[in-house]
Structure formats: structure tokens, C-alpha cells
């Protein structure tokens, strides 16, 4: 059961970037950013690998941390949203 917790939460994050992008609440060029970011899936799977059973709640906050500290990294990155903020602004 644990080693699905990595599998569950990288669907759970795909499914709500996608989401987010067909809603328009980001851009392409964010999600294509975003799958630039792929070695964190090497550090969940390690974090999966070595926190023990009984501290699963250990691994679940770690992991939901880092998701947060790439999505905004990713989608608050000043090159990105420079870029978002010209393409609004010319209409594109």
C-alpha cells in the first residue's frame, strides 16, 4: 500500500496541473516548466524508500511540501511570468 501513496500523489498533481490548464488558470508554457521538474520523482521515490511505515504521515507532508515549493516555483518563476504578463498584455 505505501509504495502507491508516490504513484497516487503524482497522478493527484498531473490530474490538477491539466485541470488547471484547460480551466485557463495557466499556460503551457507553465505545465511544459513544470514537466522540466521530472528528478523530483526520484526524490519521492527515495523519500518512499526510506522513511519507515510507522512515519508515513512524515512522508505524506514532505512530499505535499515539496509540490508546493515546485508549483510555485514553476508558476511564479520570473522569467515565466514576465512572459505570461506579455503575452496578456499583447493579446496573445
Not at 26 to 49: N, S, Y
Not at 58 to 84: C, D, N, S
Amino acid at each position: 500500500r505505501k509504495g502507491n501513496m508516490v504513484i497516487g500523489i503524482l497522478l493527484l498533481v498531473i490530474g490538477v496541473v491539466l485541470l488547471f490548464k484547460e480551466l485557463g488558470l495557466v499556460q503551457w508554457e507553465q505545465v511544459k516548466e513544470l514537466a522540466r521538474m521530472w528528478p523530483v520523482l526520484l526524490i519521492f521515490w527515495g523519500l518512499d524508500i526510506l522513511i519507515p511505515k510507522k512515519l508515513l504521515w512524515l512522508e505524506v507532508i514532505l512530499i505535499l511540501a515539496i509540490i508546493a515549493l515546485i508549483l510555485l516555483l514553476a508558476f511564479k518563476h520570473p522569467l515565466i511570468y514576465r512572459e505570461a504578463q506579455f503575452l496578456s498584455w499583447t493579446g496573445r
